[in-house]
Nanobody, 124 residues
Framework: QVTVVESGGGLVQLGGSLKLSCSIS????????MGWYRQAPGKEREPVATMRAGGTTNYPPTVQGRFTISRDRGKNTLDLQMTRLRSEDTGVYYC??????????????????WGQGTQVTVSV
């Protein structure tokens, strides 16, 4: 069983910065797909930063230029650096990890794992 644990959330002032880390029990460089998602109060969960195995990243316009997703080889973490935080960035942030593997028939299977989430609150 793969474990995914987020850390680094908390209260931050408007315009401030915060770094989230996600500790995953498998090599983060072996993941097929990974990312950070957030769920604001009363809203659905949405992606804020994703990364493919080759390192290609993707961000929605709302965070482009402010958030950066990266992998730390030494710590084996998936990190999210957030800058110039806005009130609308408030929410629970979840780490997501996807593993590609072969099943017994030789077909590709994709296993998905989520962390429990970490709260980020941007104070105005």
């Amino acid at each position: 069983q793969v474990t995914v644990v987020e850390s680094g959330g908390g209260l931050v002032q408007l315009g401030g910065s915060l770094k989230l880390s996600c500790s995953i029990s498998v090599n983060v460089f072996s993941l097929y797909f990974m990312g950070w998602y957030r769920q604001a109060p009363g809203k659905e969960r949405e992606p804020v930063a994703t990364m493919r195995a080759g390192g290609t990243t993707n961000y929605p316009p709302t965070v482009q230029g402010r958030f950066t997703i990266s992998r730390d080889r030494g710590k084996n973490t998936l990190d999210l650096q957030m800058t110039r935080l806005r009130s609308e960035d408030t929410g629970v942030y979840y780490c997501y990890a996807e593993i590609q593997r072969r099943d017994y028939g030789g077909d590709w299977e994709y296993d998905e794992y989520w962390g429990q989430g970490t709260q980020v609150t941007v104070s105005v």
